[in-house]
């Protein structure tokens, strides 16, 4: 990230991986076979991420919101699995190693969302 700038907001970034999800499941749909089957399960949990922190933003309450974002946490950690195993069974899929990256962070950023949520909700 640039000094100065500031960080994208996870609504933004759960939307931008969710677009590049969707690209790499397109080419992994166009090889067939178990590329496709683990792309369709990797679109479903790669895209729900930021449907869910879309929801949580609109919280009815502290418990709603940490609700919402457990659910994110969860479906990033699907995300991961799925692109692991993605990486384990075809050494061509390209991006792999950038979207594990992303994903790895995301789920990091929801955990910690999470955690300051919960504090906050003690204080």
């Known amino acids: 990230m640039d ?3 500031r960080p994208r907001h996870i609504k933004d970034r759960t939307f931008d991986f969710a677009v590049a999800i969707i690209g790499f499941c397109q080419s992994l749909d166009l090889k067939g076979g178990v590329s496709r089957t683990l792309g369709r399960q990797l679109l479903g949990c790669g895209t729900s991420i930021g ?3 879309e929801e949580a933003q609109g919280g ?3 418990a709603d919101f940490v609700s919402k974002c457990s659910i994110a946490l969860k479906e990033a950690r699907e995300t ?6 993605v990486q ?3 050494e061509s899929s390209e991006n792999v190693n950038e979207l594990l990256r ?3 962070e995301i789920s ?3 955990g910690s969302i999470i955690v300051h949520a919960k504090n906050g909700k003690k204080k």
């Open 102 to 104: 992303e994903a790895d």
């Open 3 to 5: 000094e100065g700038k």
């Open 88 to 90: 384990a069974s075809d």
């Open 80 to 85: 991961i699995y799925w692109l692991r195993l």
């Open 108 to 110: 990091r950023i929801i």
């Open 60 to 62: 009815q309450s502290s």
């Open 51 to 53: 449907a869910n922190i």
